[in-house]
């Protein structure tokens, strides 16, 4: 990427202007290449899309996409102390507005880009599993684990057959020893892939189980192990992947569970909440309006 940058940088003088705005953009801010469509970064540096792919071609590639890939693979796609390196270098060229922007524009893609991957019709039938299936074995590794965690707060009154291995298994496929033809497993593993979850997947699927994966491309390997696939966005400057869509993919399944959802279940939603309140579990808090008076 920086030797990229560097022929960007030594062929700025003699680019025409609009040319040379695109290139400013990019050398300003490298990690939108990674994070931003070229629609998006075109927007940005105020000039229409083929513009973009005339300059990358002017610098010797042959499509944008190889271009950008190029900024995937070193800010996103490397190892995490490249990752980090490469959030020291955003911040010394863009400084802490520079890094702060970076990530905003990362979560906000990430959002944008898990929904058209993850289409409606896919959301829709992981939803009608999860809310069928007797069991629910959610499996994921390091941050997806606590991802898994979440989901299963947010599921307490809604799937009560969900489950989260617990961390202290010596493997995930020991967790699933139990998992037959009627289960469903949520299995998450973005890159670097987990090989606990792989295995623990290729094992689910050997039973029957149904699988709902989420991850982050249609060629990962949790992929072919997949009856439902769900692709979530998890480009980041930040040197791990970012959990941004994940966690509104996993909101969503659960707005979509609760949407097709029975009398009993809106029970058990009034009924824990009763149950905290009546604990003391909350505190509701309405900050009084305040009124001015104006000295006369």
Known sequence: MEKTLE?????????????????????????????????TLAAKAQVNPPTMLRLVRRIGFADYETFRGLFRNAVAGGRFRDKAASLQEMHNRAGKAGVVGGMVD??????????????????????????????????????????????????????????????????????????????????????PYSVQVLKAAELARARGARIVAITDSRGSPLAEHSEVLLIAGTDSPQFYPSMVGIVALLETLIALVISKGDPAMLTRIAEIDRLRRTEGGYIDFRPRRLSYHLPK
């Open 106 to 191: 990362a979560a906000n893609e990430n959002i944008a880009r898990s929904f058209p991957e993850s289409d409606a019709e896919a959301l829709a039938k992981a939803a009608q599993l999860l809310r069928k299936a007797p069991q629910i074995h959610v499996i994921g590794a390091g941050a997806l684990h606590w991802m898994g965690m979440y989901l299963q707060y947010l599921s307490r009154a809604v799937l009560p057959q969900l489950r989260v291995p617990r961390a202290n298994f010596n493997s995930l496929t020991e967790a699933l020893v139990g998992v037959d033809k009627a289960d469903v497993v949520l299995a998450t593993s973005v890159a």
């Open 7 to 39: 022929k960007l940088a030594a062929t700025l003088p003699e680019l025409p202007p609009h040319l040379r705005r695109a290139a400013r953009r990019i050398l300003d801010h490298p990690h939108e290449v990674a994070v931003l469509s070229m629609r």
